[in-house]
């Protein structure tokens, strides 16, 4: 039987050739470079081991910031039950490196006899803790003349010795520039990563903990976010897969992505289990599983174990800030995590006062936790705009936002929200200054351009709004099934590509309102009006709902009905002082359709001075056309165009 080397420490056997790490017998689940990690620092034990020694080792075919090794020994010393401050197996020499502490007994496989030599395995070295070991490689330099030196008259170099030191000299230049380039390519291919992170499976079923299958897979996402060499799905698109365990390649198919987090828990009293596999949805193979075990009151170590792992198991190469944010973790009391999870879980539920509850009790139990006041905004935000909470949530969602930013000012997430409230609230050249800065840093976050969309087709930027949704729907493609529509298309007149751009859900009263609203310009009367009857049984507290069933009252030649709806509808408006521009709006259409041209004037007005200026939409949309003769019709019309005009020119001037 052909021998092979193992090594013991601890309670620990190492097997290189099998590629497997035991802990009293039971298997120790490392990445491959992790794995690879051990190896090499075990077979140099006692010895101080270079950084650039171990990169050259570790990642031989490949160009990795010394980042990567930092996120790799971390998780290697979780691995090995190493707490924060121990050096019971690697010592970190600052600025220099790491050594393997631990007393190792090598035993030959075959015949599990023991050698207690602790002789490394490679060449031997002088034994002296330098970075002259047997790992540098030398650079190879190509055999050539020297220069000539004439020792004539003023010792001048000859023609030939300066045409040669020219050539050195630029091959000095260009050898290091084509290695940069080529470091550049590998760390490219190396690290082009789509990636989701499904909710957690709730093994037990238990309905007071499942809110932690959404919230924790959202905590990751958010924690992997800030790495730029990964594309990662938001949170919002994977809703369907909250209680079900998918198929990999349908749903790596569905969200676009080459790699898929899964994983489950479960709680047992003050324990919890967290188990997950990452896995290469092309290559069909399992890049790296786990298991998180930690005390309930131990949350936010969840996202921080799972997402340094991931990170080791694709080998993601990491600038020196995104390392220094994957190793800060920013503090918050655990019952106020626990808070703002359940508040994270509601909101994605639709349930916008109870996340609210939750949010504003998480704060004041820990204020300092910028997501926490960023999600409370949003909660504040959505409260209303969808039901009618007016201006004190508007006014409470500023703040939230402002809060947020000032405790992390680059909080993309929180400049994204306030951009929505300030497009909404009329400040729409304010929320479009602030959402091309973000993009500035963040260029592939598909949600700040679906906002800039949403901000340029209130400003009459239509072919630069529907540009913007495209981009973010080519970033990613989930946004289409589950974003808001594409207005843009709509207000352009490209009815047919609106139909086709609108998400193929009919669970979202948001969406069935704008498929009946589009159907009706399309004069298809009988399906505009089943939509619109079927957004109002999902949500008849939604505006945009009761706008759709007011049509659908018109439909039915049941005008006063209508109107009794939009009266109702725009009395809570005014007494709440809603002031999303874009949905008065449409209180002007609806009632424009129904007759009643003094209140259509009167919320086009009122939609004109809330922030909703475009133009070209208002000069030739079909729906308004019985209030266009109309003199104030004119005037709003005029402070629209000035309005509109003055908006792209501001932002033509900045870059």
């Not at 996120?71 to 090995?80: E, F, G, I, N, T």
């Not at 947020?404 to 997430?413: D, E, I, K, M, V």
Request: glycine share 6%.
């Amino acid at each position: 039987m052909e021998s092979r080397r193992l090594y013991k420490f601890g309670s620990f056997q190492l097997d290189p050739t099998e590629h497997l790490l035991l802990r009293k017998g039971q298997t120790v689940p490392l990445t491959p470079k992790t794995f690879d990690l051990l190896v090499f620092l075990v077979a140099h034990r006692g010895r101080l081991m270079t950084k650039d020694q171990i990169l050259s080792a570790v990642w031989p075919e490949s160009f990795v910031e010394e980042a990567n090794l930092t996120v790799a020994v971390s998780a290697l010393r979780k691995a090995l039950g190493e707490r924060p401050g121990e050096k019971q197996y690697i010592d970190t020499v600052p600025k220099k490196g790491y050594r393997f502490t631990a007393a190792v007994t090598e035993v030959e496989g075959s015949e599990k006899t023991e050698n207690t030599s602790t002789t490394a395995v490679g060449p031997p070295d002088s034994g002296k803790d330098s970075p002259q070991g047997s790992l540098e490689v030398p650079i190879a330099v190509p055999s050539a003349p020297l220069p000539e030196v004439q020792a004539a008259e003023g010792k001048r170099f000859s023609r030939r010795g300066l045409v040669i030191s020219l050539l050195l000299i630029v091959a000095a230049i260009a050898v290091p520039l084509a290695f940069y380039r080529a470091k550049q390519v590998a760390s490219a291919r190396v690290t082009e990563r789509r990636v989701a992170v499904l909710p957690f499976l709730n093994v037990a079923h238990d309905a007071d903990n499942d809110f932690l299958g959404f919230s924790l897979a959202d905590a990751i996402i958010n924690r992997l976010g800030n790495v730029n060499e990964l594309t990662i799905r938001p949170s919002y698109a994977l809703q369907k897969y909250r209680s079900e365990s998918p198929d990999i390649q349908q749903a790596a198919r569905s969200l676009s992505v080459d790699t898929l987090l899964t994983g489950s828990f479960i709680r047992e009293g003050n324990n919890l289990r967290v188990s997950y596999q990452l896995v290469d949805a092309k290559g069909n193979r399992i890049l790296s599983q786990g298991r998180v075990d930690v005390k309930y009151d131990n949350l936010l170590a969840v996202q921080d174990d799972v997402s340094t792992q991931v990170i080791s198991a694709l080998a993601v190469p990491l600038s020196p800030s995104e390392a220094e944010n994957l190793r800060t973790q920013q503090a918050i009391s655990p019952l106020a995590y626990e808070y703002y999870l359940r508040g994270v879980d509601l909101y994605s539920r639709g349930d916008f006062a109870m996340a609210i509850k939750m949010l504003e009790k998480s704060a004041e139990l820990y204020p300092e936790y910028a997501l926490t006041w960023a999600h409370l905004g949003r909660s504040y935000t959505a409260g209303a705009s969808f039901n009618f909470g007016g201006a004190e949530l508007y006014d409470k969602a500023k703040a939230a936002y402002e809060r947020a930013l000032h405790l992390q000012p680059q909080l993309a997430s929180a400049q994204i929200y306030m951009a929505n409230l300030l497009t909404d609230t009329g400040n729409t050249e304010k929320a479009a200054s602030l959402l091309r800065e973000t993009l500035q840093t963040n260029p592939k976050l598909a949600e700040a351009h679906w906002e800039l969309g949403y901000s340029y087709r209130h400003g009459g930027m239509l072919a630069e709004s529907v540009e913007e949704c495209k981009r973010a729907r080519e970033l990613d493609p989930s946004v289409k099934l589950t974003s808001s529509a594409m207005n843009a298309y709509l207000y352009l007149g490209d009815y047919e590509s609106f139909l086709r751009s609108l998400p193929p859900v009919h669970d979202s009263a948001y969406i069935e309102f704008y498929r009946g609203f589009v159907l009706y310009h399309m004069q298809q009367w009988g399906e505009a009006g089943e939509a619109f009857d079927h957004a109002y049984e999902l949500d008849p507290a939604m505006l945009q709902a009761q706008v759709g069933k007011a049509l659908s009252y018109h439909l039915q030649h049941n005008d006063a009905k209508g109107r009794e709806l939009l009266n109702s509808a725009e009395t809570k408006i005014t007494q709440r002082s809603v002031g999303d521009g874009e949905a008065l709006y449409k209180l002007a259409q609806a009632y424009a359709e129904l007759g009643d041209s003094v209140s259509a004037m009167r919320t086009f007005r009122h939609s004109v001075e809330n922030g909703f200026f475009p133009y070209s939409y208002f000069v030739k949309d079909p729906l308004i056309s019985r209030i266009r003769a109309h003199q104030e019709f004119q005037t709003q019309l005029e402070t629209a165009r000035v309005r509109s005009e003055g908006f792209r020119k501001s932002l033509q001037a900045t870059p």
